[in-house]
Each structure stands twice: as C-alpha cells, then as structure tokens.
C-alpha cells in the first residue's frame, strides 16, 4: 500500500503516521485526510502504539484552502462544513475510538483543524519550535475538527475563547504552562521522544490501555455514577484478558510482567 501525502511505517509494535506535503506546509486537504484514516484503520490492526506527527517543518498547516472547500461547481449553495462530514470528523471520531493510545509529535505548526488532530492524541508531545493557531477567525471560518470541544475541556473556557477569538500563536511553552501538551522537548529529540512513550504503551497491557484510554474520555462527558458504572465493566473485561493474568503471575513470581499483542 503506498500514500502520496503520508508516510507509514510500523517497528517495535509502533505505528508512525506522518503528514508528508511540504509544499504545502502538510496542509490537510480531503486526500490527506482519507490516507490519514486509511493508515489509521491499517495501524489499529498491525501496531500497539500510534504517533502521528508531520515531515519537514511542520505538523498540519490546517486545511487545504486551494481544495473544494465549498462545493466546487455544484449548483448547490456553498458549505464549507460538508466535507467535516465525510471526511475530517469521522478521522476525529477514529483517532478517539482507536484500539490502542495515540501519541501526537507536534513539530512547527499546528494550525487550524491540524491544531485539532494535535489536540486529539492521547498524549501530546511538542517540540520547542511548535505552536497552536486557531486560525479559522482569520479567514471568517468557525473552529471545526473538534477544537471547541477539546479546548475547552483541555484549557477551561475563558482561554478556549482566547484562542479561537484572537487566533493568535500559541507556543510550546505557553500551551505546556496551560496544560494543553503533555511534554515539551527539544526539535531534534521530538521523534526519539515520542518514540521513548510509545514504546512504554507498546509494551503495555494492550486491553488495559485501551480500556484506560477509553474511560478517560468518557469521563469527560458521564456523570459521576456513569463513571463509576463504566468503570466497572471495563474492569470486567481486563479482568478476563490474558494480560491480568500474566500480570498477576508476574506479581508473584516477582518479575517484569510480558504482555503480548491481543
């Protein structure tokens, strides 16, 4: 299977998804995003751990405005929002249910709905040369891909509202001073970095992570007995997984517990 605007390679039960346009700053236009959710269905079959990240100087420049952002020649009114529905937001709903935890390395740039696929991982690790940009206020568009929603819940509302109203930058170590990234290294280390994480997940308890991950973004949404109800039944199913059970034995034998890909 070959990509024209990604690459894809697995190692180590790592899956490494890339944007791969420099010309255009890996803008995501709709083919982007079809490969993106291609190599994604391919790396929750074949890997424990997925990074997503951008070749090049940047991450995601935001969404390709020389594409067909509004219908093309149709004689019906122009929607910007059409292809959110084929295309971009169900790659947003398939990074959050993925079976198994998603890194995103963000390098330079993360504007626009590439700011969203940035905020979408389960743990998000900048280099020093990033930033987010809400960049949609600039040419009279709304926030899309999720960005409000992730937000809001990530930095509270009042600096949710700063970023999307202002549309201005917002580096690494501002976005890691609000907690909107999880580390901040250096340019050169970022793919090692990242790297170094994943290789953690991928060794893993792969049911357990999945379940982790899981609960953890219901909880943004559930109640506290709903919580308390999901909990309860993700703990059922790890505990019938052959992973509880090695790491049980692990327990009492006194030794690093070796889980396997389920």
Not at 205 to 216: F, G
Request: glycine share 10%.
């Amino acid at each position: 299977m070959s990509f024209e605007k990604i690459t894809y390679e697995v190692q180590d039960d790592i899956a490494v998804i890339a944007f791969n346009d420099p010309k255009t700053m890996n803008a995501a236009g709709v083919d982007t995003i079809d490969e993106l959710s291609l190599a994604l269905e391919k790396a929750g079959d074949e890997a424990r751990c997925t990074i997503i990240t951008g070749n090049g100087r940047g991450f995601c420049s935001g969404a390709n405005l020389s594409g067909n952002m509004g219908g093309g020649k149709s004689e019906r009114k122009p929607d910007a929002g059409r292809e959110l529905d084929r295309a971009y937001n169900p790659f947003i709903k398939a990074i959050r249910t993925h079976p198994h935890p998603v890194i995103t390395a963000v390098n330079g740039a993360a504007a626009g709905v590439g700011c969203s696929i940035a905020l979408a991982g389960d743990f998000i690790v900048a280099a020093e040369s990033a930033y987010f940009l809400q960049a949609f206020r600039r040419i009279g568009l709304v926030p899309d891909g999720g960005s409000t929603y992730l937000l809001t819940r990530a930095i509270g509302r009042a600096r949710a509202m700063e970023m999307t109203l202002f549309g201005e930058k917002i580096p690494a170590a501002q976005a890691m001073e609000w907690g909107l990234v999880n580390r901040v290294v250096s340019d050169d280390s970022l793919l090692d970095e990242a790297k170094k994480y994943a290789k953690q997940l991928a060794d893993g308890p792969t049911t357990a992570l999945a379940l982790i991950r899981d609960l953890v973004w219901q909880a943004e949404d559930n109640d506290f007995d709903n919580q308390l109800q999901a909990e309860r039944f993700a703990q059922r199913t790890a505990g019938r997984s052959p992973d509880f059970a090695e790491g049980v034995k692990a327990f009492l034998e006194k030794r690093p517990a070796d889980f396997k890909k389920v």
